[in-house]
């Protein structure tokens, strides 16, 4: 099982705006059962987390690649890029 993270540090004001995005994205994304979207209380300001699991980074690179062609999720992702800085992507192990 991997857990996989996409941060965010949002433009001043807009990290609640990008956390509702992410919230509604996920819920729509087939397959993602197991999601959850976090907000900074220390660390980076305006810092937003799309944090999910898999079995494996097979099923990582599957969900990429349907996302890249499905337009309901796309829809709901649309202009997201507007409303951030930069971002990464942490894949952890689960152990």
Do not use: H, W
Not at 15 to 33: F, N
Not at 38 to 51: A, P
Not at 64 to 81: E, I, L, P, S, V
């Amino acid at each position: 099982m991997i857990v996989v993270r996409n941060c965010f540090i949002a433009k001043p004001g807009n990290a609640s705006k990008l956390a509702a995005q992410l919230k509604e994205a996920a819920s729509a994304a087939q397959g993602l059962s197991r999601y959850r979207v976090l907000t900074d209380l220390t660390g980076d300001f305006n810092r937003v987390i799309l944090e999910y699991e898999a079995e494996n980074v097979g099923e990582f690179e599957a969900r990429m690649k349907d996302y890249a062609t499905n337009d309901a999720f796309r829809g709901k992702m649309k202009g997201y890029t507007d409303l951030y800085v930069t971002g990464s992507r942490e894949i952890l192990q689960i152990v």
